[in-house]
């Protein structure tokens, strides 16, 4: 998407992008349908609200990445923050054993709806909750995240996924939810977390910039804040990672930044961060 699409994008109030999408897509979804191509794990498309891509392909090699670099294990209790339309809780289906459990919250309720007509149906410890929290991106109105409490116990998950969520939420927001994913992991748990980091000397690239400088934050539009945040990667170490006592495992550049796509592993950074066992 061009700077000028996006912003028409960002323009259309999210109930009629929804509605766009889903047009859009009326005709082919309808053909998959009818012929059987879409088997019942998988979301229409015009549902699909999340991201372009392959869903399937990206699922699977997002649940690679916590195997590989988050050393996940079949027994390990989940929680996947902005769950979305299920990209990351489809692959884990096949994962995670009787003992495990997954857990996965969202603002958007369709997404949720989707997920726990069609996943938790097949398999239920597999849960979705619908959590009206406020995001200019994705909804209009509820209630700010900047003191949302997550609906979990103390240290009751192995993992916390948040992929491609801290880039559509604002610092005081992703402050917030670092107290709380702290809170929810076990000692030496792990966090796997996308973000846009800069570091105030590398250039951005072209059409995909950043222009409203905040500090320690940019934003890729000033009237849709949640559109696209940028952090300081300096603020993501000391504030974020290092104050709330987590310790940073991996840190792996994406093709964002003009990086070539052939040697990253994602388009935004990642970054897998471990709870201190005290
Ligand atoms: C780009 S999508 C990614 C979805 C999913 N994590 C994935 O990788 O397929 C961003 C998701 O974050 C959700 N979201 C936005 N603000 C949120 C918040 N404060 N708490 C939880 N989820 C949020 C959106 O509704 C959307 O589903």
Not at 160 to 174: K, L
Not at 250 to 257: E, N, P
Request: aromatic share 16%; with cysteine; net charge neutral.
């Amino acid at each position: 998407m061009n700077a000028a699409t996006r912003k028409l994008y960002y323009s259309i109030p999210p109930a009629w992008r929804f509605a766009v999408r889903r047009l859009y897509y009326l005709p082919l979804d309808t053909w998959e349908s009818l012929t059987g191509q879409r088997d019942g794990l998988m979301p229409p498309r015009g549902l699909i609200f999340t991201g372009g891509g392959d869903f399937r392909k990206t699922g699977e090699m997002l649940a690679g990445y916590f195997k590989e670099y988050c050393s996940l294990l079949p027994h390990y209790q989940v929680l996947d923050i902005g769950s979305g339309m299920g990209r990351i809780a489809i692959p884990l289906t096949r994962f995670l054993n009787e003992k495990g459990n997954y857990e996965g919250f969202d603002v958007v309720q369709r997404g949720v709806d989707w997920c726990t007509k069609n996943i938790t149906a097949r398999y239920p410890n597999f849960n979705f909750r619908y959590i009206p929290l406020d995001n200019d991106l994705y909804r209009a109105g509820g209630d700010s995240a900047v003191h949302f409490t997550f609906p979990y116990a103390d240290e009751s998950f192995d993992l916390c996924v948040v992929n491609s969520v801290f880039t559509h939420m604002v610092p005081e927001e992703v402050e917030n939810y670092f107290t709380e994913v702290r809170r929810v992991l076990k000692p030496g748990g792990v966090c796997y977390a996308t973000f846009f980091l800069f570091d105030g000397k590398t250039a951005f690239p072209k059409g995909f910039d950043f222009p409203f400088d905040h500090g320690h934050y940019r934003l890729m539009d000033e009237q849709v804040k949640s559109a696209n945040v940028a952090f300081e990667e300096g603020y993501l170490i000391k504030e974020l990672v290092g104050k709330n006592g987590f310790s940073l495992r991996h840190l792996f550049y994406g093709s964002w930044r003009g990086l070539p796509p052939k040697g990253c592993k994602e388009f935004q950074d990642i970054t897998i961060f471990e709870k201190l066992r005290n």
